[in-house]
């Protein structure tokens, strides 16, 4: 299985901050990752695919970059509502699997 | 509104057995691969199953593969989770979510359930 390693674990930020959030993934994936959003208590939500690309509706702040095995999400500024757990997932080969998590808590 | 709605919450005892669906509606559910993903209490997020659009193909971790099926039955828009010999590591919320292409299994999720919660305890 290809093992996906999510750095920091945990980060606090302030409104307006840039954060970056990375994905390392244990072998070569090409662009097939993704990333999702989680609120407690909610349902992931889908916001970057194939490394860069971003999801229908989600706002342009975020964006992704990478292939290969490293990879991150930028958040270019925090508004409150983006203060959630934040997971990448690889989609290149079975089973698809998720980072750890890292949650961006406010400072 | 593109919507998936998990039922079949429950309590079940080591060993048991439950069964999750998930109703579709808002977008053409033969047209999509379809997933369950979990989530164990303060835990992160763990593939379990997944379908083609025809329910010609389907997948699942090792950690389930032989005591889980996924169905689908297209005609009524709903996909299933039979769970069998249930142990207390199963117990999670379970997430139903669509594959973001149509037709392919791509394990790309854009669309997910609310959720809904197994509990394995004797």
């Known amino acids: 299985d290809i093992q996906m390693t999510q750095s920091p674990s945990s980060l606090s930020a302030s409104v307006g901050d840039r954060v970056t959030i990375t994905c390392r993934a244990s072998?070569?994936?090409?662009?097939?990752l993704n990333w999702y959003q989680q609120k407690p208590g909610k349902a992931p939500k889908f916001l970057i695919y194939v490394a860069s690309s971003l999801q229908s509706g989600v706002p342009s702040r975020f964006s992704g970059s990478g292939s290969g095995t490293d990879f991150t999400l930028t958040i270019s500024s925090l508004l409150p509502e983006d203060f959630a757990t934040y997971y990448c997932?690889?989609?290149?080969?079975?089973?698809?699997?998720f980072g750890q998590g890292t949650k961006l808590e406010i400072k | 509104e593109v919507q998936l709605v998990e039922s079949g919450e429950g309590l079940v005892q080591p060993g048991g057995s439950l069964r999750l669906s998930c109703a579709a509606s808002g977008f053409t559910f033969s047209s999509y691969a379809m997933h369950w993903v979990r989530q164990a209490p303060g835990k992160g997020l763990e593939y379990v199953s997944g379908i083609s659009s025809n329910g010609g193909s389907t997948y699942y971790a090792d950690s389930v593969k032989g005591r889980i099926t996924i169905s689908r039955d297209n005609s009524k828009n709903t996909l299933y989770l039979q769970m069998g010999s249930l142990r207390a590591e199963d117990m999670a919320v379970y997430y139903c979510?669509?594959?973001?292409?149509?037709?392919?299994?791509?394990?790309?999720?854009?669309?997910w359930g609310q959720g809904t919660t197994v509990t394995v305890s004797s």
């Open positions: 979510a669509r594959d973001h292409s149509v037709y392919d299994l791509t394990y790309n999720m854009d669309v």
């Open positions: 072998q070569s994936i090409s662009k097939h």
């Open positions: 997932q690889q989609s290149h080969s079975t089973p698809p699997t």
